[in-house]
């Protein structure tokens, strides 16, 4: 098991950027793929990134791709999704998550590991 805390949601412009943060506990964090996920209101959670353990695989949801980049620091326990040309449309709850490694999945039924979310709202 691992534990997972998002942090740098916030209010932003259309535009505009920001950069989330999710820090994982324990030892073992390099053996897990990281995804990240949102749900906007009265929608289902939905696939916006994911990396591989090793950092060498990266996968993006059409709607974010050229926007957004998924990078992890192993060192640092810790994922990062770096938003650019934020959109109204990215305004969700931002999820992180851990699955085991290899599968890289879109699905979040492939992870057992969640944060709590953070809340990104983008104004037009």
């Known amino acids: 098991q691992v534990q997972l805390v998002e942090s740098g949601g916030g209010l932003v412009q259309a535009g505009g950027s920001l950069r989330l943060s999710c820090a994982a506990s324990g030892r073992t964090f390099s053996s897990y793929d990281m995804g990240w996920f949102r749900q906007a209101p009265g929608k289902e959670r939905e696939f916006v990134a994911v990396?591989?353990?090793?950092?060498?695989?990266?996968y993006y949801a059409d709607s974010v791709k050229g926007r957004f980049t998924i990078s992890r620091d192993n060192a640092k326990n810790t994922v990062y999704l770096q938003m650019n040309s934020l959109k109204p449309e990215d305004t969700a709850v931002y999820y992180c998550?851990?699955?085991?490694?290899?599968?890289?999945?879109?699905?979040?039924?492939?992870?057992?590991?969640w944060g709590q979310g953070t809340q990104v709202t983008v104004s037009s």
């Open positions: 998550a851990a699955g085991p490694a290899g599968r890289a999945s879109p699905r979040p039924n492939s992870y057992n590991n």
């Open positions: 990396i591989s353990w090793s950092g060498i695989r990266t």
